[in-house]
């Protein structure tokens, strides 16, 4: 029982010093990005050796995971996790995908984009505290690798959601000769002016710049010889 106390005094003071920082520092309250995601996008290929599925990983920053948690009435027990009771609720709930979603891995080849299904399998744990979601996007029609590298841009369009790759990439299932290379977001003159600009919307306002986002993406480059 005072494990229990304990953890929720921990979560009450971390949800008051957020509201006491809201007000008293207001300028980060009013700049883009709002949430923040860190995560990953592994490869699925199947026996013929044609890429069909991105298995991708989210794991949300500590606030959003209690707001989302709150959100759904739910709390964490006596060890700080989720009941599976709970767990089950979020996955079925979480699996409710809003009709404008268009995803966080962007898949290309020669700057072309290729079709992904509509995200499926997911599941959801508590990592240290932050909710991970765990979904995979098949790919409408399998491709076959050649000496023309696949491109995976991670990113939300209107950089709302800033996402940033941690996990490297793993090729699951008979990638045969391919590898895959992390190549994280480099800030420069042009993208730091931008996100001047950006700082100065508030949160009920979204950029006009369509697919911002990609402006700011990590990304994973996978080659094949």
């Not at 957020?18 to 309250?29: E, H, L």
Request: proline content about 6%; aromatic content about 12%; glycine content about 4%.
């Amino acid at each position: 029982m005072k494990d229990h106390f304990r953890k929720w005094r921990h979560t009450i003071i971390l949800i008051v010093t957020m509201a006491y920082s809201a007000v008293f520092f207001p300028v980060p309250a009013h700049s883009h990005p709002h949430v923040y995601i860190d995560g990953g996008v592994d490869f699925v290929f199947d026996a013929q050796n044609q890429l069909s599925a991105l298995n991708v990983t989210w794991l949300y920053d500590d606030f959003e995971t209690l707001y989302i948690l709150s959100s759904y009435g739910m709390s964490l027990n006596s060890e700080g996790k989720l009941d599976e009771s709970d767990r089950q609720e979020l996955i079925r709930l979480r699996s409710k995908w809003p009709l404008d979603f268009s995803g966080s891995a962007h898949l290309t080849r020669r700057g072309l984009g290729i079709p992904l299904e509509w995200p499926t399998e997911l599941d959801a744990h508590l990592i240290d505290g932050r909710l991970q979601l765990t979904f995979r996007r098949a790919l409408k029609e399998a491709i076959e690798p050649s000496t023309d590298p696949f491109e995976v841009a991670f990113y939300e369009s209107t950089y709302f959601f800033a996402f940033k790759l941690i996990n490297p990439p793993n090729l699951i299932g008979n990638s045969g000769s391919c590898t895959a290379e992390m190549i994280p977001f480099k800030s420069d003159v042009q993208n730091k002016s931008l996100q001047a600009a950006l700082a100065l919307l508030n949160r009920e306002e979204t950029p006009l710049i369509p697919n911002v986002g990609a402006d700011f993406a990590d990304r994973i480059v996978v080659k094949c010889e």
